[in-house]
C-alpha cells in the first residue's frame, strides 16, 4: 500500500429512507437470552449519521452494503468448545442499497451511528465496493468476483467480512482512493467459471479501524486497458499454479493466487511514460 496521510488514503434491504438517501432503522426479531423478543432500531431523527460515497467507474456497478449493529445490553448466547453458554453482544447485519446522485457517478448511503431502541444498537462495521455487473464487457455468462471492496470498523469487534491487516484513521473524514484492474480469471476443477474480478493493491481489500469517522468517500481508479487474464489447473497436482497472463504479454505461475499488483502497476507506469 502507498504511504498514507492521517485523513487521506489513495490507496436485509432498508426500508426507512428519505428522498434521497436511505438511513437504517427497521424493526428486527433476534433471539436474546434464550427469549424471543422484537426489539426495534429507534434511532432519533436528529441523531448522528454517518455518510458513505462511492464514486463509480464505467463499466462498474456498487455493491449493495453490509452493515453491521452491535448491542451491549442485548446479549445473544453462544457455546464454547465445551458446550458451556457464553454472552456476548448481540449483533444484526443488513444490506443497504446506495442511491445514485442526481444521475451521475456519486452513490451515497446514510447510517445512524446510534440506532438507539430498547437494545441501544450501535454501528459496528460496513463492507462496501464496486463490481461488474452481470454481464459485463467479458461476455455472457461471466460471474462476477469478490474482489474491490472496503471495511469500516468503528469498534473493538471484529468486521463481518474477516481481512488480514488494518489501517487506524483519526479524524471524522475517511479518503480511500485505489487503483485496479480488470482480472479474469477461469477455473476447470469443479466445473468451468469464469469470473471479472478486480486486481488491487492488498488483494482488493481494505481495511480501516476508523471510530470517530463520519463521512467516508471512496474513489476506485479502474484502469480498464490493462486487463490480466488467469487460468486455473485443470486438475490438483503437486507444482501445478494458476498461470497469470499480463498485459505485456508476459506469464507467471509461481504459487501466487492473486495478480500481482506492483507488477501490473508498472506495466502500466511504463507504458504511460512513453506516450
Known amino acids: 500500500m502507498r504511504p498514507l496521510s492521517s485523513q487521506s488514503y489513495r490507496g436485509r434491504r432498508n426500508p426507512q429512507s428519505s428522498s434521497r438517501i436511505p438511513l437504517l432503522g427497521i424493526a428486527i426479531l433476534i433471539t436474546l437470552t434464550g427469549c424471543a423478543k422484537n426489539y426495534s432500531m429507534s434511532p432519533m431523527p436528529d441523531s448522528e449519521k454517518v455518510t458513505v460515497t462511492i464514486k463509480v467507474p464505467e463499466d462498474l456497478e456498487p455493491k449493495p452494503m453490509r452493515v453491521m449493529y452491535r448491542s451491549s445490553v442485548c446479549k445473544s448466547v453462544v ?26 457517478d456519486l452513490y451515497t448511503a446514510e447510517l445512524y451511528v446510534n440506532a438507539g431502541g430498547a437494545c441501544d444498537w450501535q454501528l459496528s462495521n460496513v463492507v462496501f465496493g464496486v463490481k461488474y455487473p452481470v454481464p459485463n464487457r467479458f461476455g455472457e ?8 471492496s472496503v471495511i469500516v470498523i468503528f469498534d473493538d469487534n471484529n468486521a463481518q467480512l474477516r481481512v488480514p491487516g488494518s489501517k487506524v484513521v483519526e479524524g471524522r473524514e475517511l479518503r480511500v482512493v485505489n487503483d485496479y484492474y480488470p482480472w479474469v480469471n477461469e477455473s476447470f476443477i469443479r466445473g468451468y467459471v469464469k469470473s471479472a474480478e478486480l486486481a488491487g493493491e492488498a488483494n482488493g481489500f481494505h481495511t480501516f479501524k476508523a471510530r470517530k469517522a463520519r463521512s467516508i468517500y471512496f474513489e476506485p481508479s479502474l484502469h480498464s486497458k490493462y486487463v490480466v487474464i488467469s ?39 511504463k507504458a504511460e511514460s512513453k506516450k
Do not use: C, W
Open 141 to 148: 455468462g461471466v460471474k462476477s468476483g469478490l474482489s474491490g
Open 231 to 269: 487460468k486455473e489447473p485443470t486438475v490438483h497436482k503437486p507444482g501445478m499454479f494458476i498461470t497469470f497472463y499480463y498485459p505485456d504479454g508476459t506469464a507467471q505461475s509461481d504459487g501466487r493466487y492473486v495478480p500481482d499488483f506492483n507488477k501490473i502497476q508498472e506495466i502500466r507506469l
Open 79 to 104: 457455546r464454547d468448545a465445551g458446550g458451556r453458554p457464553e454472552k456476548l453482544d448481540g449483533h444484526s447485519g443488513y444490506e443497504v442499497k446506495l442511491v445514485r446522485q442526481g444521475g451521475g
